[in-house]
């Protein structure tokens, strides 16, 4: 029996991981405010630094779900990871969390190169081709961006971002592994350059004063896929009933998130020190950049963090086959139609709509990245083609 | 090849665990152990070390910077895989519930890795043990300073004797079932809200 299994006060309870991040905000509601008692379940929550450790704890069932990566619980489907656990992806969690963020001497370094205060993703990503080429040609070391994990949409945003600007990431730009807890000390030691991080981590660095926020992931791929909600397989199986309840807590969890009105309250709570342990203005300025006047008085519209409304949380098949598309086309993994078919079968958009009567506006159009390039998750190999900055 | 010294790398950033550790892989015999308390500097250095398993703290925040590194490592053995076979679920979890994560290149035999990771799991449980003791030492530390400033706040409140002071904690304590340091506690904490003398 596992602890999942056991019921306290007649409601069930289910472990759930989390690593602190305002996208974990839904989980953390759906705990502490009373949505999960609706649905006669209690959400125990714990948190971790490592993506490593959630993953390695729900394989050992410490954990029966986790707020996790999207392109971690692929790479898992896909046998990429140390230690396999087996995962449903039924949910989303929100849409477009992160910031890429860069030191100061960075910002002053672009600045002297020309570059503007816009966030817009092409003339940003251009600013760093002209920053990196410099550094070449003067002979200084190539500049050092942390994301948080191989497989994570962080990576690939970034990525992309570098390589439609003509910079090879790993290569003209060192990419380095940070927790997101870890980012602003790493910023202020200047042992890393910049980051892409998931909120509140890029507004943390703006509020301590070591960071500018260059560009977000809602300027590179407009309500782009990043966290979700992973379930172990066998827990789903138990009791799909359970599930539903579930998915239903979180959705009303992350409805009440998306309301401008309880952002206060909101922040408080993510605030604490067992949460993210931030001050609360520093989660506000945060939920603030979904509208105007973000850290860096940025405008970053509804794109930006978006917990539920249109449709943020349906983890949506072409999401995954993109991610995947992304891991071939870093090297991480081969084109096979084995793999296509394993990615598939871990995204279920279909639990979460038999579960969830949605608000309307979940038919809004997923695809639109900056470079005005469309996916076409049927053709893998052709999409690849299209850029020049590519592993495979 | 068996009989190959096998090389293990032991990354902990809690020195003294560290050593804990490696002194137990060292009696386990035919190993080479290299401690180092960071993954910093890792990358240059790991085609060096060329470790076969590598053994890390569960909670290390440095674990997603290591399985990157083994992902980019293309130079040198990788060691992948969690554990040698990730079938063996009741020793996964032994390891998980100790809190050590442990990476092993590919192709070891189970047999080979085994005493390794029964130690790394045993000098784990070693040193929590070790860790807790501490605690309840440092624990009682305080409980005996709490009872010498109860002593002292009746000495000077009721002109007693430090023996006399100390067999009233104790008489106290008796009738009312509790420890002295609880009576003590008590005491202290209602000469410090009535805005007593607490120093004693």
Same mark, same amino acid.
């Given at each position: 029996? #596992? %602890?999942?299994?056991?019921?306290?006060?007649? +409601?069930?309870?289910?472990?759930?991981?989390?690593?602190?991040?305002?996208?974990?905000?839904?989980?953390?509601?759906?705990?502490?405010?009373?949505?999960?008692?609706?649905?006669?379940?209690? &959400?125990?929550?714990?948190?971790?630094?490592?993506?490593? #450790?959630?993953?390695?704890?729900?394989?050992?069932?410490? /954990? $029966?779900?986790?707020?996790?990566?999207?392109?971690?619980?692929?790479?898992?489907?896909?046998?990429?990871?140390?230690?396999?656990?087996?995962? &449903?992806?039924?949910?989303?969690?929100?849409?477009?969390?992160?910031?890429?963020?860069?030191?100061?001497?960075?910002?002053?370094?672009?600045?002297?190169?020309?570059?503007?205060?816009?966030?817009?993703?092409?003339?940003?990503?251009?600013?760093?081709?002209?920053?990196?080429?410099?550094?070449?040609?003067?002979?200084? %070391?190539?500049?050092?961006?942390?994301?948080?994990? %191989?497989?994570?949409?962080?990576?690939?945003?970034?990525?992309?971002?570098?390589?439609?600007?003509?910079?090879?990431?790993?290569?003209?730009?060192?990419?380095?592994?940070?927790?997101?807890?870890?980012?602003?000390?790493?910023?202020?030691?200047?042992?890393?350059?910049?980051?892409?991080?998931?909120?509140?981590?890029?507004?943390?660095?703006?509020?301590?004063?070591?960071?500018?926020?260059?560009?977000?992931?809602?300027?590179?791929?407009?309500?782009?896929?990043?966290?979700? /909600?992973?379930?172990?397989?066998?827990?789903?199986?138990? =009791?799909?009933?359970?599930?539903?309840?579930?998915?239903?807590?979180?959705?009303?969890?992350?409805?009440?998130?998306?309301?401008?009105? +309880?952002?206060?309250?909101?922040?408080?709570?993510?605030?604490? =020190?067992?949460?993210?342990?931030? %001050?609360?203005?520093?989660?506000?300025?945060?939920?603030?950049?979904?509208?105007?006047?973000?850290?860096?008085? #940025?405008?970053?519209?509804?794109?930006?963090?978006?917990?539920?409304?249109?449709?943020?949380?349906?983890?949506?098949?072409?999401?995954?086959?993109?991610?995947?598309?992304?891991?071939?086309?870093?090297?991480?993994? #081969?084109?096979?139609?084995?793999?296509?078919?394993?990615?598939?079968?871990?995204?279920?958009? $279909?639990?979460?709509?038999?579960?969830?009567?949605?608000?309307?506006?979940?038919?809004?159009?997923?695809?639109?990245?900056? $470079?005005?390039?469309?996916?076409?998750?049927?053709?893998?190999?052709?999409?690849?083609?299209?850029?020049?900055?590519?592993?495979? | 090849?068996?009989?190959?010294?096998?090389?293990?790398?032991?990354?902990?950033?809690?020195?003294?665990?560290?050593?804990?550790?490696?002194?137990?892989?060292?009696?386990?015999?035919?190993?080479?152990?290299?401690?180092?308390?960071?993954?910093?500097?890792?990358?240059?250095?790991?085609?060096?070390?060329?470790?076969?398993?590598?053994? *890390?703290?569960?909670?290390?925040?440095?674990?997603?910077?290591?399985?990157?590194?083994?992902?980019?490592?293309?130079?040198?053995?990788?060691?992948?895989?969690?554990?040698?076979?990730?079938?063996?679920?009741?020793? *996964?979890?032994?390891?998980?519930?100790?809190?050590?994560?442990?990476?092993?290149?590919?192709?070891?035999?189970?047999?080979?890795?085994?005493?390794?990771?029964?130690?790394?799991?045993?000098?784990?449980?070693?040193?929590?043990?070790?860790?807790?003791?501490?605690?309840?030492?440092?624990?009682?530390?305080?409980?005996?300073?709490?009872?010498?400033?109860?002593?002292?706040?009746?000495?000077?409140?009721?002109?007693?004797?430090?023996?006399?002071?100390?067999?009233?904690?104790?008489?106290?304590?008796?009738?009312?079932?509790?420890?002295?340091?609880? *009576?003590?506690?008590?005491?202290?904490?209602?000469?410090?809200?009535?805005?007593?003398?607490?120093?004693?």
């Amino acid at each position: 029996m #596992t %602890p999942s299994e056991r019921s306290t006060a007649g +409601n069930e309870v289910i472990r759930a991981g989390f690593i602190p991040l305002v996208d974990a905000a839904p989980l953390v509601v759906a705990s502490r405010l009373g949505f999960a008692e609706a649905e006669g379940l209690r &959400i125990e929550l714990l948190r971790e630094t490592s993506w490593a #450790t959630l993953r390695d704890r729900l394989a050992v069932r410490h /954990l $029966d779900i986790a707020h996790m990566l999207g392109p971690m619980a692929l790479a898992d489907s896909l046998g990429l990871t140390p230690l396999p656990v087996g995962l &449903i992806v039924p949910m989303a969690l929100g849409t477009a969390g992160n910031t890429v963020t860069v030191s100061r001497a960075v910002r002053a370094e672009l600045a002297e190169l020309g570059a503007g205060t816009s966030l817009d993703a092409s003339s940003t990503a251009e600013a760093v081709a002209r920053l990196t080429a410099d550094r070449q040609r003067t002979g200084k %070391p190539p500049l050092t961006i942390a994301i948080v994990h %191989p497989y994570s949409a962080h990576h690939y945003q970034l990525a992309y971002w570098l390589g439609f600007a003509g910079v090879r990431p790993g290569i003209d730009v060192e990419l380095v592994i940070v927790p997101p807890s870890l980012m602003t000390a790493a910023l202020e030691s200047a042992r890393i350059d910049g980051f892409c991080v998931g909120e509140p981590w890029g507004s943390a660095a703006v509020a301590l004063g070591a960071g500018h926020v260059l560009t977000t992931s809602a300027h590179i791929w407009h309500r782009s896929p990043d966290k979700v /909600l992973g379930v172990r397989h066998a827990f789903a199986e138990a =009791s799909p009933e359970r599930l539903g309840r579930l998915l239903r807590a979180i959705y009303k969890a992350a409805c009440w998130c998306d309301d401008a009105a +309880n952002h206060q309250q909101l922040a408080r709570l993510l605030s604490a =020190s067992e949460i993210i342990g931030q %001050p609360a203005e520093v989660i506000t300025s945060a939920l603030a950049m979904r509208g105007a006047g973000g850290p860096a008085a #940025t405008t970053c519209g509804d794109g930006f963090l978006s917990f539920a409304a249109d449709g943020a949380m349906l983890a949506r098949e072409s999401h995954a086959v993109w991610f995947y598309s992304q891991m071939v086309r870093w090297g991480q993994a #081969t084109l096979d139609a084995k793999a296509i078919a394993a990615i598939k079968s871990v995204y279920r958009p $279909d639990l979460f709509s038999a579960a969830v009567e949605t608000k309307s506006g979940d038919t809004a159009s997923d695809v639109a990245f900056f $470079d005005g390039t469309s996916f076409d998750a049927t053709d893998i190999p052709g999409y690849l083609r299209r850029f020049a900055i590519r592993e495979a | 090849m068996a009989q190959a010294t096998l090389n293990i790398l032991v990354i902990d950033a809690n020195r003294i665990r560290a050593s804990i550790i490696e002194e137990g892989l060292r009696e386990t015999g035919g190993v080479r152990v290299t401690v180092l308390d960071d993954v910093n500097g890792l990358m240059r250095r790991i085609a060096e070390i060329d470790p076969d398993v590598v053994v *890390i703290d569960l909670e290390s925040p440095n674990r997603d910077t290591l399985e990157h590194m083994f992902q980019l490592s293309r130079a040198v053995k990788r060691p992948v895989a969690m554990f040698v076979d990730s079938t063996d679920q009741r020793s *996964i979890e032994a390891a998980i519930d100790a809190g050590v994560a442990a990476y092993v290149v590919d192709g070891l035999k189970k047999e080979r890795i085994r005493p390794v990771l029964d130690t790394a799991i045993t000098r784990f449980k070693a040193f929590e043990r070790l860790r807790r003791e501490l605690e309840v030492a440092k624990g009682e530390l305080t409980e005996r300073k709490c009872i010498e400033r109860a002593k002292g706040i009746l000495m000077r409140t009721r002109g007693l004797s430090e023996e006399q002071a100390y067999a009233l904690l104790r008489k106290t304590a008796m009738n009312q079932s509790r420890r002295i340091a609880e *009576i003590a506690e008590s005491l202290v904490t209602a000469a410090g809200l009535l805005g007593g003398e607490v120093d004693g």
